[in-house]
Nanobody, 123 residues
Framework: HVQLVESGGGSVQAGESLRLSCSVS????????MGWLRQLPGQEREAVAT????????YYSDSVKGRFTVSFPFPHDTLTLEMTDLKPEDTAQYVC?????????????????WGQGTQVTVS
């Protein structure tokens, strides 16, 4: 099993930046496809960024491409999402998620483990 805990959300002005972190613990020695998703009340969850095992392949939704960066640097215990030039439409609950996999990680990936989420509000 793996446990995920997000942090780093908050309220910012449009144009500012935030860095979200997802602490990964448990069976971290296994290969995982990992992702950040966001959700507004009453709306479907949207994957905004994914990263393959080893970090060589990353996918971004069109809405965040060029502004958000996902990474899982050594020692591979924290998944991060660097968010720049934030817009009011980025306001959402952000959740990190993983699934054990050796394959690339498309935005349509189904995940098996989820964090509790962190709120990002842009005004």
């Amino acid at each position: 099993h793996v446990q995920l805990v997000e942090s780093g959300g908050g309220s910012v002005q449009a144009g500012e930046s935030l860095r979200l972190s997802c602490s990964v613990s448990g069976d971290t020695w296994k290969p995982y496809c990992m992702g950040w998703l966001r959700q507004l009340p009453g709306q479907e969850r949207e994957a905004v960024a994914t990263i393959s095992p080893g970090g060589s392949i990353k996918y971004y939704s069109d809405s965040v491409k060029g502004r958000f960066t996902v990474s899982f640097p050594f020692p591979h215990d924290t998944l991060t999402l660097e968010m720049t030039d934030l817009k009011p439409e980025d306001t959402a609950q952000y959740v990190c998620a993983v699934i054990q996999s050796r394959n690339s990680c498309p935005l349509s990936q189904e995940f098996t483990h989820w964090g509790q989420g962190t709120q990002v509000t842009v005004s």
